[in-house]
């Protein structure tokens, strides 16, 4: 346990609580970036791209279809649990997650942004209906049942890799409401964060007097923007991560440890 992150934490009255991949690895969910801040693979599919090419769709529901399952059977882990145990403390002012896998509520967190969405929804980008991925799930399968048993090793955020396959064959179920696009619930990269979300988040961050960063880089802007306010405003910044973060010379205090050990002092 770092002595340092104790104090810092203990000092704080109301955290702004920000979090990233770093999390949830312990939970089996992959990351995307190495402790340098770059890609470990190709970076995840673009919104522009998912919306104008029906094979970009084909091929991220294919993987989806495989990735899902596992990602959905996820459980928290040691750091979901700690950062549920602060808020219990009473000194959280806000947990804003850029994870879409929903652990943290999973762990009995309640004061929860979730900044890129969540990837347990689906949402028609016509008549903007919203229904559970499970339920989609049952409807690709039904659609490509023999796609089931292909072997996939899991990727970040519910994808699989899945490589050397026609992805031409697989079909893609329309919403059934309006027959318009159907879309996980999350940002993805190339599409803005919804402006009513940022300006709440603002508005926690105007309320905190200090941050932590868990589990994060910081290297998507849509996070590091935050940390930039934060600093600016002249609030105390830590970062728990393992390697380098696009905020190092902004921080007031950096702790290299694995997240869950480093904040086991909380439970």
């Given at each position: 346990m770092s002595t340092h992150l104790a104090d810092f934490i203990h000092r704080a009255r109301r955290l702004f609580v920000l979090t990233g991949a770093g999390c949830s690895t312990d939970s089996g969910i992959p990351d995307y970036r190495d402790a340098d801040g770059h890609w470990k693979r190709t970076p995840p599919v673009n919104f522009q791209d998912f919306m104008a090419l029906p094979a970009t769709r084909q091929r991220y529901w294919a993987r989806s279809l495989l990735g899902w399952p596992r990602f959905g059977q996820a459980l928290p882990n040691g750091t979901h649990a700690a950062l549920a145990a602060l808020e219990d403390r009473g000194q959280m002012e806000v947990l804003l997650t850029?994870?879409?896998d929903c652990l943290h509520q999973r762990?009995?967190?309640r004061a929860v942004i979730d900044?890129?969405?969540r990837l347990d929804q689906v949402r028609c980008m016509g008549c903007e209906a919203r229904s559970p991925r499970e339920e989609f799930q049952d409807s690709l399968l039904a659609l490509n049942?023999?796609?089931a048993h292909l072997d996939a090793a899991q990727a970040p955020d519910g994808d699989a890799d899945l490589e050397g396959v026609d992805f031409a064959a697989f079909?893609?179920?329309?919403?059934?409401?309006?027959?318009g696009i159907l879309k996980p619930d999350?940002?993805?990269?190339?599409e803005n964060v919804p402006r009513e979300?940022?300006?709440a988040v603002h508005d926690h961050l105007g309320r905190a007097d200090a941050v932590l960063v868990v589990g994060s880089s910081l290297m998507v802007y849509s996070g590091f923007r935050f940390v930039q306010a934060a600093a600016k405003a002249g609030l105390p910044v830590a970062a728990l991560n393992l390697g380098r973060t696009r905020a190092d010379d902004l921080l007031t205090l950096k702790v290299e440890q694995p997240c869950a050990p480093a904040l086991s002092f909380l439970l």
């Open positions: 850029q994870n879409v762990a009995g967190s900044l890129h969405g049942p023999e796609w079909s893609v179920p329309a919403c059934p409401h309006c027959g999350v940002v993805f990269f190339g979300r940022v300006a």
